[in-house]
């Protein structure tokens, strides 16, 4: 698995290698020992699964106290897939960075704990595949708001952005700063 650079600090986009012939391909998307040798040190403990349509906005979320990294892929479609730096002490923080995930690509995108995460369907239809390395848990979950115009996404141009309610009366980040603990 080859290790592409991102602009933020501690981000990993990793691209697997993929064996494609005329009836398709095969990769291996996670492989405990080849994970091992990255700098991920978490267990992976929970696998979720959505499915969206073009334009659904999913974010942006993250998790309070010890946080939750993510292995994110893009199994069917594609996706516009987002992460902003929440660690106040870190010289990035409040930026973001985009990565074209999709089932062509195959990449995968590694979030660590202190940054929050989203994405937009800019196929017809997606599933998102991710690892997690916490349970789930509805107390520490927050977000802010998608299009906070201070944190300024730039969002695909020309499609009509979708979120659910939770994620459309999100907080702008600037409201919930102080609630942000993640070190850098």
Known sequence: ????????DGLLLLAPVVHRDGRGFFTESFRNDVVAALPM????VQDN???????VVRGMHFQLGDGQA????CARGAIFDVVVDL?????????????????????????PVG????????SDLADVVYKCSSYYDPSS??????????????????????AS???????????????????Y
């Not at 698995?1 to 933020?8: F, G, K, N, Y």
């Not at 040190?41 to 992976?44: L, M, P, R």
């Not at 699964?49 to 334009?55: C, E, I, P």
Request: one cysteine or more; hydrophobic letters at 40%; proline letters at 5%.
């Open 70 to 73: 993510k292995l994110i892929r």
């Open 141 to 162: 979950e927050r977000g802010f708001a998608y299009n906070d115009p201070e944190v300024a996404i730039e969002w695909p141009a020309g499609l009509a952005l979708s």
């Open 115 to 122: 940054f929050a995460h989203g994405f937009c369907v800019i």
């Open 49 to 55: 699964h959505s499915r969206s349509t073009q334009g």
């Open 1 to 8: 698995m080859e290790s592409i650079p991102t602009r933020l």
């Open 87 to 111: 660690r106040p002490d870190s010289g990035t923080f409040a930026e973001w960075e985009a990565f074209v995930l999709d089932d062509e690509n195959l990449h995968e995108l590694y979030v």
């Open 165 to 183: 309610q939770r994620d459309s009366g999100a907080p702008l980040l600037k409201d919930i700063k102080s609630e942000l603990a993640f070190n």
């Open 41 to 44: 040190t978490q267990e992976w």
